[in-house]
């Protein structure tokens, strides 16, 4: 295995590990090896070892016993890790044991004991790129972590489509605020985690959850899902209403402005709107290349400039996908040991874009194809079979392959065909495809096919710029 690379994986998601973890091992486990592995957790990996943590050394052993080479195997496979990789265990800390001096001087529990936030200490302002299109937000974020409560920037309403950092800051502000201030009590909770407070403690009358009221700092991630929830926006009013009256800061995050949440009642829409609202745009190609640009650096390894306008260019404006993205070259050039030049990411940034891609809306393939060709979404689906509607058809077919997760039989109807036509086209488009390779190598650039095959690149290209929309619909 390559060891030219060192990797740092600061930013590698070791829930995803373990989910392709569990996915690659699950035909050779056994029921209960399954259930040991799902409660395990990664704390720590890097290319020399993963540490895997267990509940109890009986688990550990078991797993140890029965799984180790074939986890090993895993991240061989997998991951850019040295040929001397292994695997480190340990036990998770068992659960404090009762004081019994507690019974004779009883402690009221702090409320940060009660709803303790983990903040993710990747996610720093340090690590957030600032751009144009989210410069409102990171600036207003930091001015509520030097001081939180200031009525001039409280509630902090944050919005903008997935996966472009609105998270990342409200881990930003408590870090901060953790680190300068350690007796902060700050608390971040996803609005439907309030929920299922809210509900347990409803359901066994017990308030306890009001705790939240107690805190300095409450940050609420994803409040679009207050929408409709007619009893929990009242405790949610009620719980602003107690913490803004007292000058605690509040701040939230939304994938949508807050008058655009659906049943969202009028009086939580004013208080949302009564601070700040900062919006998170997607990112301009300079702020994509520099986010990649970080990334590389934190991986610690080098890449040309050329090959980061490539990607930049190529991906998509979700900084989540562009991530993984930037995560998937890495590992293949790791593997293949190859540096990662522009030449090497023009090979395969198609392929390692495509795994991050949501599928697409079938309307806008075709409504996009039928633009390109000059004809109309109806001439697609009409029954002719004249080249000039016969083509793009098959075009479109091929593309909705492509860029959604439906089969053949499903892309067959959409278009009123037989799955058999759908193949047909699917497999017309790859011949289209060899045939003009092999006009490229013989320098026949006035070839048919190769026309033809540059307008379905030129097609895709314009597609993959749709997913900045389409994912927010995920
Ligand atoms: P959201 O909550 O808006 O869906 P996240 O905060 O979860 O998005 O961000 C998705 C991923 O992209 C995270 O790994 C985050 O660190 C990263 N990210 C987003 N914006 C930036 C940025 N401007 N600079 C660096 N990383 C970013
Ligand atoms: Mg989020």
New binding site residues.
Partial sequence: MNNSYQFSWKYLNTKEVKKDLLEALRPELTPTLSLNLKGMEIPRIDSESVVLQFSTDLVKNQVRTNAENAIVEFFKQNLPVSSSFEIKYSIKAPPQAPDNTQSIQPVTPQPTQVFASKFNSD?TFE???CGPS?RYSYESALAVSKAPGHLMHNPLFIY?S???????LLHAIGNFIRSTDPLKRVLLMTCEEMLNHFVQGLKSKDTGFRKWRDVDVLLVDDVQFLGGKQSFQDEFYNTYNSLAESNRQLVF?ADRTPEKIDNLEERLISRFRSGILADIQLPDLETKMA?TA?LFQAFRVTIENDAIELIARSSSSN??EL?GVCLRLCTKASFLNKHLSREFVREHIDECVQINRPPLDPQIIMEEVANHYRITREDLLANTRKIEVAFPRQVAMYLVKEFTNLVLQQIGELFGRTHQTVMHACQKMETVFEKAAQAKAEGNFKSKDFRHAGEIQELKQILGTKYDHASTYR
């Fill in positions: 996610y690590s957030f790129v989210n903008g997935v996966g472009l950092g609105k998270t990342h995050a986010i970080d900084v989540r991530k």
